[in-house]
Structure formats: structure tokens, C-alpha cells
């Protein structure tokens, strides 16, 4: 038989003739026969392999967190159109395991945003095709079509004052710029989501949202851009506005919007300010950047807040021996700190940089029992992202965090910055040429 594409319709009419069966002054045996060539058809619909109903879930959940309008990726992953027209070049790079890229270890620990195509997910693409490529139900499309877009109505942004100018000098550039905000009360924040301007070139983003007593007058500060030579004169003259940290919170390519655990979230202060520590690669032509820092409001009030540690490299605890990295040399490196109440850990960013190796971090708990955090055995400095635990992880007080990491600065690294290889070392500025180890944890308390 031919099968109507209109598979709603399929439904309802097997539904139909199931449920009426004998009960009208229709021969039985008419309705039975229709009722059975329906239903076959149906089975034979349902059978079928569909863009809607298979193919648009797995796409969603494993490409359009970076191919989508606003992510990093170089073009967008969401519709019908979008898949069927790239087709050839998706299948090989899900045969060859080179997308989606994901580098933490699953048998140590698994995440709520893991990516990850088996051999049956991957088949049943092959197969779609095969089947000639059918779009399905726009009912069944529905179900998956609500995955990154929220209502304006709920969405507060925040950008720069003024479009940030870059100069085109293979330089890499470091600015700090400060953005003032008042609100006639405050907001619980269910989400977060940095949307770069200069996809291109704006490496990553640290943003740190402070409260500021409302006797300040913002008109007594200038609010310009501030680079890297001129961090330690020039911010000073904002450390007024930046003594009371109410969330702080990182952006690397790859990542997507940060949506909390629900009945979770920060509260945006009525009078406040955002500094963002903005990282821009080397151009060799101008550009201008105009990113900016998406908040969500919850309909409700928040059961829990949420707050930030930065373990590492500008953080808390002492890393040993001293992030120093001789050429020619493969080092270990280790920081361990204890603890001082339960948390609760929601989301983890590590971070290296191109030197990097191979990252691990696990909690001693107070009986000596070890937790797994993370593990990253094959680091990629160009895909790094914050791993969203499945359900928030409760670390004890007194418990003891590890970071462990390795780094390759020997002529054999493809990604060493230096040939010849020559001694690499941490400095504030975060440099790509320099090096970090850090972990970065989201956390509720009880």
C-alpha cells in the first residue's frame, strides 16, 4: 500500500475504527477489514524513520547547543532544511567520531549535557536517508522545538556602552569593561547565556556581577575600556563598585546557555554592575566587538542560590610544584583544598591552556572515600565547556578537592605555541602562550 504522509490523520483514523468497532449498523466485517488495513498502515508509518520524531531529538540534543543562530558553530543545526542540506558532511564527521566533540571521561563520571552518537543513534540516521529522507509531523516536531529559544518577555541583556574597537595587529588583546545596571527591585536569574559579538575573535569571557550601594552615583565614573597594561592603574578607580560579588561565571566557545537546576538560580541586585574580562585572538585586521550577557528572570521565587569557586590559577589553593614548564619537558602538576562547609556542585568549568594534557579532579571525603569530579584524559584547548552534573553533587565539609594535570612542552605538541619549545609559565593576564589549571565550580548550600 502507499502511505499517506499525513501520519496524524493515520492516527486518529486508527484510533477511530479501533475504538467504534461494531458498534454502528456498518457491516462488522467491513469495519474490521478497514479497521485492519488501517492499522497496518499505521504500524508501517510508525515504523518509518522521520526528521520530527527520530532524527530532530538527536540533532537537538547533541549539535544545536553550539550550531544554532547565536552559538559558535559556522552555521545552524535546528530545522529540517538545515540537516538535509548538510547531510554528506554530518555523516562523516559522526563516522569518524570527530563531532560532536566531548573529552570527558564517561566511566568516570557522567553529565546532563553529555554528546554522545552510538552506533544505533548513528545507523538510524544512515537509514533516514535511506528511506528518502522523510520530514514527518510538525506534531512530533513540537515536542523538541522549545531546546534554546526563550520568550524576549523573560530576557534582560547587557552590553558594553559603546562598540569596543580592536586594532588588526596579530596581537592578542585583554579588556576589562564595566557595565552599570539599576532595576526598579530585585530579580531571581534562572539562566545565563554570554552571546559574543566577535565570534571570531572573542576566545573567552569571565563575568563577575557585583551589587553597588545605592549612594553611588554612577555618573562619577567613566565606564571606558581598560586593557591589560592598564588593569592595575586604571582599576582602582572602580573599587568602589566592586567589593560585593553577588555571581561570577565563565564563557568559552562551545558553551551555550547556563540554565539552572529548577528552583535554582543568583539574584540580580536592584543597583549593580557586570565586569566582563573579555580574551580576544590575534586578528590581522580590525574588528569591533559587541557582546553581551543574557539574563533570565524566573517566574518564582528561587528555593536555592547559587554561588562560584575558582580552584587553581587565580583561585583558591596553591598549585605544586609552581606552574613552570621547562622545554623539552612532559610535568605533573597537583593542588589540593579542603573544603570548609557542604556544597553542592551543579556545573564544572576546567581550564588549560594549549599545553595542556590531561585533567582530573576528584573529592577525599571526610571517611577517605574518593568522589570522582571530572576527568578529561585528551585535553582540547579548542573545545572546552562547563560539564553540567546530572544531579547536584554533594561534597561533605572537610572534604578534600584534587586537581591533578599534565602538560606537553616538547617539540612534538602540534599546539605549542613556541618552536623551538622555551619555558612557559602562569601569569595573570591568562595568555594563550602562558598556561592555567584551574576549576571553576558551580554550587548551592543547604
Known sequence: MVCDKTMDMKVALCVFFQKFTCRSKIPCYLILSLSYFTAGGCQENQNRITFSKDIAPIIRNNCTACHNPKGPGPFTLFSYEDVSKRLKMILEVLETGYM????????????????FLDKKQIGKIVKWVEQGKEKGSWIDLDKVDNYVFESEASQ???????????????????VKIIVPFENEEELPIKATDFVPGAKKYVHHSNYGIYEVDEKINFDDFDFQPLYANEYDESIDAYAPLLTKLRFYLGWIPGSGPVQFDDGYGFTLPKKGVILFTLHY??????????????????????????????????????????????????????LKERLPMDIRVHYVWPHMHLL????????????????????????DFDWQEGYKMIEPLLIPRNSMIHIKASYNNTSTNPNNPFDPPQTVYSTGLMETKREMMTLVMLYSRD
Open 100 to 115: 560532536p566533540p566531548w573529552y570527558a571521561d564517561s566511566s568516570y563520571r557522567h553529565f546532563e549535557n553529555e554528546r
Open 156 to 174: 534582560l541583556s547587557y552590553t558594553f556602552q559603546q562598540t569596543l574597537q580592536l586594532k588588526g595587529n596579530n596581537e592578542e588583546y585583554f
Open 281 to 334: 585572538a590575534p586578528s590581522p585586521i580590525d574588528f569591533e566587538d559587541q557582546s553581551r550577557l543574557r539574563l533570565y528572570v524566573s517566574e518564582r521565587p528561587l528555593q536555592k542560590k547559587l554561588q562560584s569557586i575558582s580552584l587553581g590559577s587565580g583561585g583558591l589553593g596553591r598549585i605544586i610544584p609552581k606552574l613552570e614548564l621547562p622545554p623539552e619537558s612532559i610535568d605533573s602538576f597537583r
Open 356 to 379: 595542556g594534557q590531561a585533567f582530573e579532579s576528584f573529592a577525599v571525603l571526610p571517611n577517605q572515600d574518593t568522589l570522582p569530579i571530572i576527568r578529561i584524559p585528551q585535553w
